[in-house]
């Protein structure tokens, strides 16, 4: 069975016991990792954010160490790393610096919002063989299983990367078709330690909320968005896809509360009714939270904000 090792690097620098970790887990890796485990491959996600403590006045990252483990364990058919742009990009460097030590074979691939905005920039990189650009649902596991060809491989028929072929000749893929969210494969959550992301808001009285993505992208263009730059369409998931995944998330981890992280999440109120009447009707007991541009939140009258 092929393996395929995923990384987020750190996002930003510590700061002493000032750090915190994120509130939301590797979604990325996460969303590549069910679709590779769909189509039985392996994969092992690192997240060095998960793995940083601050102990006795000392930073220990266990993140490279559990990278080399794994490329002992055995060899994967290629290294992915997500980065935005910044500090993940040097640290995103650290991580393909010692899979190109271990063995210069390894297809190191770069995705994420930077290597999306700046392909061209990314692919450049001593560090970077391979570039995807925009949703990686499709395109990723396409490109594993034509990595796994070694010899025979033909990467021009992988949507959505960037790439230097035999000749040191720049190629760009054209992007694949619209992925669906109803048609994602279930979250493998067993491969994180959830009680990392799992938060407490004192004011809110939640003891344990987790994030979750329901939709992608936005239909809006604002100018200071990423999404008026990188051209991932608005898709959504069903209000019984997204209920079912709350009800395993409740029984599962003994979770309270929902932080949706959608760039829009109030955008669509019949799914919102949907949503919110079927924690009613289940009796989930499960406090949610989203965000939404101010001008929808208006839209609502006082007999929905009170349902929601």
Avoid at 189 to 212: A, N, P, T
Avoid at 225 to 234: E, F, H, M, Q, T
Wanted: contains cysteine; aromatic residues 8%; glycine residues 6%.
């Amino acid at each position: 069975m092929a393996n395929v090792i995923l990384i987020r690097p750190i996002s930003q620098s510590w700061e002493g016991e000032r750090y915190y970790r994120p509130l939301s887990i590797p979604h990325g890796p996460l969303t590549l990792a069910a679709h590779l485990i769909d189509k039985n491959y392996t994969a092992h996600i690192i997240d060095e954010i998960a793995m940083t403590e601050y102990i006795d006045g000392e930073i220990v990252i266990a993140a490279v160490d559990r990278l080399k483990e794994e490329l002992n364990k055995e060899i994967p058919v290629c290294v992915g790393i997500t980065t935005m742009t910044g500090e993940q990009i040097r640290r995103g460097k650290i991580f393909a610096k010692v899979v190109r030590e271990f063995n210069k074979n390894i297809p190191i691939v770069w995705g994420g919002a930077h290597p999306t905005l700046l392909p061209e920039m990314t692919i450049k990189d001593d560090m970077v063989d391979i570039v995807t650009t925009g949703e990686g649902d499709i395109s990723f596991s396409i490109l594993v299983n034509e990595l796994k060809k070694n010899g025979t491989r033909d990467l021009s028929k992988v949507p959505g990367i960037v790439y230097f072929d035999k000749n040191k000749i720049l190629k760009r893929t054209k992007q694949p078709p619209l992925y669906r969210m109803d048609d994602m494969p279930d979250y493998p959550y067993h491969l994180l330690d959830m009680e990392v992301y799992i938060k407490g808001i004192k004011k809110k009285k939640i003891s344990r909320y987790f994030e979750i993505n329901s939709s992608r992208g936005c239909p809006y263009k604002c100018s200071f968005c990423l999404n008026s730059k990188d051209g991932i369409p608005y898709t959504k998931s069903r209000a019984d896809r997204i209920i079912q995944e709350m009800v395993i998330l409740k029984n599962n981890y003994k979770i309270d509360g929902i932080l949706f992280n959608d760039e829009n999440f109030i955008l669509n109120k019949k799914r919102i009714r949907e949503i919110s009447q079927a924690c009613i009707d289940l009796n989930l007991n499960l406090n949610m939270r989203g965000s939404g541009r101010i001008e929808l939140f208006l839209k609502f009258d006082d007999k929905e904000l009170g349902l929601y």
